[in-house]
């Protein structure tokens, strides 16, 4: 079992930047993809970003490329989100979920694991 908190959500302005945090319980950290998703009201959840266990692969929806980064640090058991140039339209509960399948494809049923959410509200 691995449990995930997430960290680092708030308010901000619409340009503005937020780093969100995930730390993973457990000693197999490195063996997961990492995934961050977000859900904004009413609507499904949707993926953000992703990250192989290595931290070499990565991979960003085509609504948050150039302005958000996915990265990981095995030896803190932590994946971060770096959100830059903050949209409206970025408003959401943002998750942060595991997958122990490395040939994972980063659908949101697919994950294995999911922390409770982090609210991000991107202010115009």
């Known amino acids: 079992q691995v449990q995930l908190v997430e960290s680092g959500g708030g308010l901000v302005q619409a340009g503005g930047s937020l780093r969100l945090s995930c730390v993973a319980s457990?000693?197999?950290?490195?063996?997961?993809?990492m995934g961050w998703f977000r859900q904004a009201p009413g609507k499904e959840r949707e993926f953000v970003a992703g990250?192989?266990?290595?931290?070499?692969?990565?991979f960003h929806a085509d609504s948050v490329k150039g302005r958000f980064t996915i990265s990981r640090d095995n030896a803190k058991n932590t994946v971060y989100l770096q959100m830059n140039n903050l949209k409206p339209e970025d408003t959401a509960v943002y998750y942060c979920?595991?997958?122990?399948?490395?040939?994972?494809?980063?659908?949101?049923?697919?994950?294995?694991?999911w922390g409770k959410g982090i609210l991000v509200t991107v202010s115009s």
């Open positions: 979920a595991a997958d122990r399948n490395y040939l994972t494809d980063f659908r949101p049923n697919g994950m294995d694991y």
């Open positions: 457990g000693r197999t950290f490195s063996s997961y993809a």
């Open positions: 990250i192989k266990g290595s931290g070499r692969n990565t």
